[in-house]
T-cell receptor
């Protein structure tokens, strides 16, 4: 099946620094990628929808200046957590929709990256 | 508002069958997904239903009734490795995924 690679899988940084997380679709083109965060024992929370070549769409309550999303190509989206603080420590997961798949009535399947665990000290 | 309900936790015995239910109320409907998530890992896709009925895929089956806003995931011949959280998610009219909180499935020998 389709593969989505996310890097780094774990990152520890000092408070006030910025961290960039990459999400790549390895064998398909993804015009849309999604970024989620997950706090312990909670479900995934959609942060933003990343669209190739245009600005990301952020969910209510998510600071777009703090969580910078760039989707510069059909296979790469990046999430940068700027001026990270301990409360930003979380599990960040990206997913991509294989637009070329016809299963699911054209919606395609969502494929997830491995996740990135961010710890801010 | 939009709402997905599924049980918080279920326990079953190795080799048995378990059914995890999901009810939803969303703005429009473009399909329902089931994902499996082991602790500390990203979710993996299990199934997608957009039409009423049962979809069987090996030991896992998923059922959908759009008129009732209801789905279930059926796991047969349970194995210890099936211990995980199972997430129900609905694609709404804007093609946004609305997630349930997940059902933690505990398998006992």
């Amino acid at each position: 099946g389709a593969v989505v690679s996310q890097h780094p899988s774990r990152v520890i940084c000092k408070s006030g620094t910025s961290v960039k997380i990459e999400c790549r679709s390895l064998d398909f083109q993804a015009t849309t990628m999604f970024w989620y965060r997950q706090f312990p024992k909670q479900s995934l929370m959609l942060m933003a929808t990343s669209n190739e070549g245009s600005k990301a769409t952020y969910e209510q309550g998510v600071e777009k200046d703090k969580f910078l999303i760039n989707h510069a190509s059909l296979t790469l989206s990046t999430l940068t957590v700027t001026s990270a603080h301990p409360e930003d420590s979380s599990f960040y997961i990206c997913s991509a929709r294989d637009a070329g798949m016809t299963s699911g009535g054209g919606a395609g399947e969502l494929f997830f990256g491995e996740g990135s665990r961010l710890t801010v000290l | 508002g939009q709402n997905i309900d599924q049980p918080t936790e279920m326990t079953a015995t190795e080799g048995a069958i378990v059914q995890i239910n999901c009810t939803y109320q969303t703005s429009g409907f473009n399909g329902l997904f089931w994902y499996q998530q082991h602790a500390g890992e990203a979710p993996t896709f299990l199934s997608y239903n957009v039409l009423d009925g049962l979809e069987e895929k090996g030991r896992f089956s998923s059922f959908l009734s759009r008129s009732k806003g209801y789905s279930y995931l059926l796991l047969k011949e349970l194995q210890m490795k099936d211990s995980a959280s199972y997430l129900c998610a609905v694609l709404d009219s804007n093609y946004q995924l609305i997630w349930g909180a997940g059902t933690k499935l505990i398998i006992k020998p």
